[in-house]
């Protein structure tokens, strides 16, 4: 290795100096600035009382580790993996591309001449190994060549990115739109009434209201299939309009905070917002499960990347149908009870419009659409830098433009128009979310009802009489377990202890 050719690699025995230390010298300064940036964006988070999204960047810092981890993993195995011989013949099979005879020349050339082989360490891992020939010397095949597991490092570092970028772009330019809808709720604020004596002031006959005629007459009353063609168009233009913002949202605070008539439902929906956004950005198991069951199917002759994308596709467009027509639904089931209602028309929220009775499930879809249609584009670019746009795996055009076509469209549907409706459908649900309260709210609460059942467990188990906790501490302890209930998806407990709260407010 000292003195042999020009061609033979040179370790660290036989290295400069300084040539070490500067490289060791911008790793740790590209390392501590990616670190720094972190540290101070959630400290401004933090400042700025953002706590749902310093959450979320918590999470980012998860994938992060986990990313750092499989790669250190790839890098600790690679001898390992490459002492793992398989006979010749089961190489033959299941590949993306067909194999040719002069596969392997033109595959090395090839990779020392592309994108990431300007990345430095790119061209010495395909300079070889000790144990690069240690499987030809049993006349078997590697079970991984070292070229194929650079490449498969490469690609699990571009999706996790990917997701993440394309999930922020998503929540952040969703979240404008949805920040649009402040000056309906400003202009609902203004006009300064009290639903409950709005109730009791008029009239309002149910046929001739605008969000009945709008939602439900013409389409749902006579034909359920009209409906759901309905609300599929809906979802392209004009998916929410000001008198469905106004009407979902008296029908919100009718539920679930009569008391409360002023309360600022758009404030409510970006918190929960804000909130959800940490468990977008996040891949979950099933997610990576995906990566590898598409990673077995991607066969040559399948053209298994194209018929995912509609995978996508189909969720999202069934996701916006559905929403829209839970709003349908709300105003068909007004519609079918009431001829004339005193006051204006409310709404009555309920799991019974979502499916299996749960609204959280359409977070549950909306993160899988996320993660892939980012995966559909990351691995697109991934093969066009990898391997260049005519390689074999990158298909045939036919094949391509439909799928960056339905890429690009997904993400702006789901960023302008799916993410708002969930934003203000799934509220219609027959719980609240614990983002009803403001951030240093929900803390107290949490302490509070600690408090309060532990001081009743206590007393239950003593003969003395003590002092029984309050009513106001035990309806805060059930807030607290209808807090736990949420986040474990305990819909049959949400609903008891929510109906508990309201007959305690009544």
């Not at 580790?65 to 390992?80: A, C, K």
């Not at 007004?334 to 204006?344: L, P, R, S, T």
């Not at 009803?436 to 309060?452: C, N, P, R, S, Y």
């Amino acid at each position: 290795m000292g003195g042999g050719g020009g061609d033979q690699e040179t370790n660290l025995e036989f290295t400069p100096t300084w040539v070490v230390a500067l490289v060791c010298t911008v790793i740790v300064a590209i390392s501590l600035l990616v670190e720094r940036i972190l540290h101070y964006a959630g400290k401004y988070l933090l400042k700025k009382n953002q706590k749902p999204l310093y959450e979320a960047l918590q999470k980012i810092k998860e994938e992060l580790m986990l990313l750092g981890f499989i790669s250190l993993l790839l890098t600790v195995s690679q001898e390992r993996i490459l002492k793992m011989c398989i006979p010749k013949h089961l190489t033959n099979h299941w590949l993306p591309c067909k194999k040719d005879d002069d596969e392997d020349a033109h595959e090395t050339v090839h990779f020392q001449t592309n994108f990431f082989s300007l990345i430095p360490g790119g061209r010495r891992l395909l300079s070889g190994s000790a144990n690069s020939g240690y499987c030809e010397a049993k006349d078997k095949a590697p079970l991984l060549s070292l070229t194929a597991l650079h490449h498969l490092h490469t690609f699990i570092f571009v999706l996790a990115v990917s997701h993440v970028t394309f999930s922020a772009l998503t929540i952040l330019f969703g979240g404008i739109k949805i920040r649009q809808w402040k000056s309906w709720e400003d202009s609902i604020q203004k006009e300064e009434y009290n639903p409950e004596e709005v109730l009791l002031s008029e009239v309002t006959h149910v046929q001739d209201h605008d969000f009945v005629k709008g939602r439900f007459l013409g389409f749902g009353k006579r034909s359920t299939l009209l409906s759901w063609l309905h609300s599929f168009v809906k979802q392209f233009f004009g998916s929410v309009t000001k008198l469905d913002y106004t009407t979902l949202r008296l029908g919100f605070i009718m539920t679930h905070c009569k008391g409360n008539p002023k309360f600022n439902f758009h404030k409510y929906m970006i918190r929960v917002l804000e909130a959800d956004f940490k468990k977008v950005v996040g891949i979950s198991w099933y997610l990576w499960l995906f990566v590898v069951l598409f990673l077995l199917l991607n066969i040559h002759g399948w053209h298994t990347y194209f018929w995912i994308a509609f995978i996508p596709f189909g969720l999202l467009l069934a996701v916006g149908t559905k929403l829209e027509h839970v709003i349908t639904q709300l105003a068909g089931e007004v519609a079918a009870k009431h001829i004339a209602v005193e006051g204006d028309l409310v709404v009555k929220p309920s799991d019974d419009h979502f499916w299996f009775h749960r609204p959280r499930l359409v977070l549950f879809l909306i993160h899988i659409i996320l993660f892939q249609n980012s995966f559909e584009i990351a691995f697109f670019f991934w093969i066009w830098a990898q391997y260049h746009f005519n390689s074999c795996i990158m298909g045939q055009v036919g094949y391509i433009i439909p799928r960056l076509v339905i890429g690009v469209f997904v993400q702006f549907l789901c960023t302008y128009s799916t993410l708002p409706l969930y934003a203000i459908v799934t509220q219609m649900g027959s719980s609240f979310k614990k983002e009803i309260f403001d951030e240093h709210i929900q803390d107290g609460l949490v302490v509070w009802a600690k408090e309060a059942r532990r001081r009743a467990t206590n007393g239950s188990n003593q003969v003395v009489h003590k002092e029984s906790p309050s009513p106001m501490a035990v309806q805060l302890s059930q807030v607290e377990t209808q807090e736990s209930a949420m986040e474990e998806g305990n819909d049959g407990e949400i609903r008891q202890v929510t109906n508990q709260l309201n007959a305690k407010a009544n």
